[in-house]
C-alpha cells in the first residue's frame, strides 16, 4: 500500500494546506470588499488573495527551510484555482489555458508587490492588480494600502515556523 499511495497518492504537501486555507480566510474577510472596495467577484476574490499570498510568498522566498514549503503552497493555490475554475463550468480543454494565464499573473504580482514594498509605489501596483486599473476612491486605496503594510509588518515579526504552520498575524 506504500507503494501505491507513493505513485497513486496525493501528494505530502506538510503543513501547506494549513496557511492556504489561512491565506484564503484572510482574503476573504469582509473589509476588503467593503472598506477597501475591492470588487467582490470572482476576479476580486482571486486577486485579492492573490494578494496576501505573495505578501506570505515574500515573506519566505529568502528563508532556505522554507523553499519546499513555499512550492508546495503554490502547488495548493495551483489545485485550489484549477478546481474553482471547474466548478464554475470552464472545461478541460481551456483549463490549462486558463491555468497558465493565473500562473502568469501570480508571477506578474509577485514582481509589482516586491517593487511597490520596496518603495516604488505599492498604491500603483494596487490599482493595476488589485483594482484591475480602476481606482477606487482614495479612502479605499489608503484602507487597502494600510492593511496590507500592516499584514507584511506582521508577517516580517512573525517567525517562519509560525507562518508555515499557517499561524498568520493579527
Not at 491565506?23 to 496576501?52: C, K, L, N, Q, S
Amino acid at each position: 500500500m506504500g507503494l501505491l499511495k507513493r505513485l497513486f497518492g496525493a501528494p505530502d504537501r506538510g503543513t501547506a494546506p494549513q496557511l492556504y486555507t489561512a491565506i484564503v480566510a484572510r482574503g476573504r474577510a469582509p473589509h476588503w470588499y467593503v472598506e477597501g472596495a475591492v470588487p467582490d467577484t470572482i476576479d476580486g476574490r482571486f486577486d485579492m488573495i492573490a494578494a496576501i499570498l505573495s505578501l506570505v510568498l515574500l515573506r519566505l522566498e529568502d528563508t532556505p527551510e522554507a523553499i519546499a514549503p513555499s512550492t508546495a503552497l503554490a502547488e495548493c493555490f495551483i489545485d485550489d484555482m484549477d478546481g474553482q475554475l471547474r466548478e464554475i463550468g470552464i472545461g478541460d480543454i481551456v483549463v490549462g489555458k486558463h491555468m497558465g494565464r493565473m500562473m502568469g499573473m501570480i508571477g506578474g504580482r509577485l514582481g509589482a508587490y516586491r517593487k511597490g514594498l520596496a518603495g516604488e509605489g505599492l498604491q500603483t501596483a494596487l490599482v493595476r492588480n488589485l483594482y484591475r486599473g480602476h481606482a477606487p476612491s482614495d479612502a479605499a486605496l489608503a484602507h487597502v494600502e494600510a492593511e496590507l503594510l500592516a499584514f507584511r509588518d506582521g508577517l516580517a515579526a512573525t517567525p517562519v515556523t509560525a507562518i508555515l504552520a499557517g499561524e498568520l498575524p493579527r
